[in-house]
């Protein structure tokens, strides 16, 4: 068992083809903060194919007293079972007090199989970590209720506390060269590398913009009118540098596909610049949303009645006659 | 096929009332409906057996109320359903929640043909979390995202039987996956567009007969149960509002759109945006 000094604060570090992803150096950022509160350790743990010292050593410079490095050919490519049994076998041996990962498709899937395991709780989805100065618990702050309402969440008898952080949601964290921490590469058991499920093939995204990533969105909603309006409204986001992204009515009616859709029912984003072309602002949409950092919404309707968007905006350009043709010719001059 | 789809009640409206004390929903009073997510995973269901028979199951748990959405998802087309109701399990985290349904699961039996397909995420509670910890009760396998369940290699029985193809959206891109049955899936939009309920199914909704098990039908231990038996706990609710200090610009004509334009760069321009 963990005495004071061994107290251990771990990540889920991911990797795609033997690089570490960037929501990793997020969570070093989050990671350091708890880990400097608590006098603990912060771990990273990977499951990952063969990977460079390099790779490792960064993540050591970014924040990390300890990086394991659990390696095999069969955890190349994420796979639920085997990163939960990796882990499992570790979680045993080290008996971490907090483990938190991102909010991807992978930490989304591997969290709650494992929570499961360990035989502890969970909190999704949070944009808030802190510790409660008085009893040292993990608080874990998430929006709820479509992002009516922050809930905060522990866990207080169960170990390790797990949560997991909206991408995006902080900084990553910065190389400090140099800085000394232990890296620790490990081979996995036989049995710990079984699955029932087999990756057969993989089909690359077509467009280079991951909405969920995106620094800079452009939103499309229903005022657009007509799916023609979504080509200009396609340069102008080029122009900007900017991924393009959908309410649900217009991923409904086929202008974007569905990885594209912002709200409740599609992706959560949260990028620093924001600009929504058409969109009433639905509440579902809204939750999806709010997060950015800076909101321009251009829209026909200057009375926020049914929508919340204008007013929640930074920025509202109302007018009648807002349609791609009239505004979307115009694009923002780039310095 | 055996197709076993759990779908959670939610309310309709965002106007939820929260319970302060408990920090969970107070669920009365208000419109409920099915998931909305959660009628890509019965489509799914529906199209798997439309393929090649088999049988769908709804499950949900939740107040003897969910009995509804258990009926509308006859009406469109589930074989049968099964509600998971008792006082003991109100209040449940998404652990002591997908501990019930693997109770009722393995209640109802799995084969090599079974599969459990769940809506991505519930609306309300918004975690994603009861899919996958679903799987990790039954000790089964589980694949998320999934944007198309390739039926030929569960049709073609020669091929590979009690495994299905399934594709699967990442952050950057499809992962093709073949999956051991039984398993556990969850879907995405992608999947299908759900149907409607028609007449007839609603005349069958409104005969079946739904039977609702409980803590002792489970044989569930009380203290593994319901808010009592879940390892988190909602500490306090804030409301945050969002209030940003929205500059407005009206431009109601071509000419004034031109002002517009020219204030909107200047703004962008201020906060180092282009």
Not at chain 1, 33 to 58: K, N, Y
Not at chain 1, 309 to 316: D, K, Q, R, W
Not at chain 2, 134 to 148: F, K
Not at chain 2, 202 to 214: L, M, V
Request: aromatic share 2%; with cysteine.
């Amino acid at each position: 068992m963990n005495t004071c000094e061994h107290r251990e604060v771990w990540i889920l570090g991911e990797q795609r083809g033997g690089r570490i992803l960037s929501v990793t150096h997020e969570l070093l950022t989050r990671g350091r903060a708890l880990a400097d509160l608590r006098a603990a350790s912060l771990c990273v743990v990977l499951c990952t194919g063969p990977i460079d010292e390099a790779c490792l050593r960064d993540l050591v410079e970014r924040g990390a007293d300890r990086v394991v490095a659990i390696e095999a050919i069969e955890l190349m490519h994420f796979d639920c079972e085997r990163s939960a049994a990796c882990l499992m076998e570790l979680i045993k041996e080290r008996d971490p007090e907090i483990f938190i990962a991102a909010a991807t498709t992978t930490g989304r899937t591997l969290m709650p199989y494992l929570a499961v395991r360990a035989n502890t709780g969970l909190t999704a989805d949070c944009t808030g970590l802190e510790i409660d100065s008085q009893t040292g618990l993990l608080l874990q702050t998430r929006p709820a209720i479509g992002g009516n309402v922050m809930a905060t969440i522990k866990t207080p008898s169960h170990r390790p506390q797990m949560a997991t952080v909206r991408p995006r949601s902080t900084a990553p964290a910065t190389r400090v060269s140099g800085r000394p921490g232990v890296i620790e590469r490990r081979t996995p058991t036989e049995n710990a590398l079984k699955s029932r499920v087999r990756r057969t093939g993989f089909i690359p995204r077509e467009e280079s913009h991951d909405i969920a990533e995106a620094d800079r969105i452009v939103c499309v909603g229903r005022g657009v009118r007509k799916a023609d309006g979504v080509g200009r409204i396609r340069v102008f986001a080029e122009r900007l540098g900017a991924a393009v992204g959908g309410t649900r009515d217009a991923v409904d009616r086929g202008w974007l596909s569905y990885p594209h859709q912002i709200g409740l029912s599609g992706k959560t984003v949260s990028p620093s610049l924001y600009v929504a072309l058409g969109v009433s602002g639905a509440i579902q949409h809204i939750a999806g949303m709010q997060t950015a950092g800076t909101i321009v919404a251009v829209n026909t309707d200057p009375t926020p009645g049914s929508s919340d968007l204008p007013i929640s905006a930074s920025l509202a350009i109302c007018s009648k006659r807002c349609r791609p043709s009239s505004k979307r010719s115009r694009p923002v001059p780039r310095r | 096929m055996r197709c076993i789809v759990p779908i959670k009640q939610v309310p309709e409206t965002n106007s939820v009332k929260m319970d302060e004390k408990t920090g969970t929903m107070i669920r009365d009073g208000v419109e409920t409906i099915i998931n909305p997510l959660d009628l890509y995973a019965l489509e799914a269901a529906f199209r798997l057996r439309d393929q090649r028979g088999g049988e769908v199951i709804a499950l949900s748990m939740g107040p003897p109320k969910a009995v509804l959405a258990l009926r509308e998802a006859i009406a469109m087309g589930a074989d049968r359903a099964v509600l998971l109701s008792d006082k003991a399990f109100a209040g449940a985290d998404t652990w002591a929640t997908s501990r019930v349904l693997a109770a009722a699961v393995q209640k109802l039996g799995l084969d090599e043909n079974a599969l459990i397909i769940c809506g991505e995420r519930a609306v309300d509670g918004d975690t994603g979390q009861t899919g996958p910890a679903l799987a990790s009760w039954l000790d089964l396998p589980v694949v998320t995202y999934v944007s198309r369940i390739d039926d030929t290699a569960v049709d073609m029985a020669g091929s590979n039987p009690g495994s299905c193809r399934l594709k699967r959206l990442t952050e950057d891109g499809y992962e093709l996956l073949e999956m051991q049955l039984p398993g556990v899936i969850t879907v995405i939009k992608e999947i299908a567009s759900p149907r409607l309920p028609t007449l007839r199914g609603k005349q069958r909704a409104r005969a079946a007969e739904i039977p609702c098990w409980g803590r002792i039908e489970l044989a569930l231990p009380a203290e593994c149960l319901g808010l009592a038996g879940s390892p988190t706990r909602v500490v306090s609710l804030a409301r945050p509002r969002v209030s940003r200090t929205c500059e407005k610009i009206v431009a109601p004509d071509a000419a004034t759109m031109r002002g517009a334009a020219a204030k909107l760069a200047e703004f962008l321009n201020r906060r180092h945006l282009v």
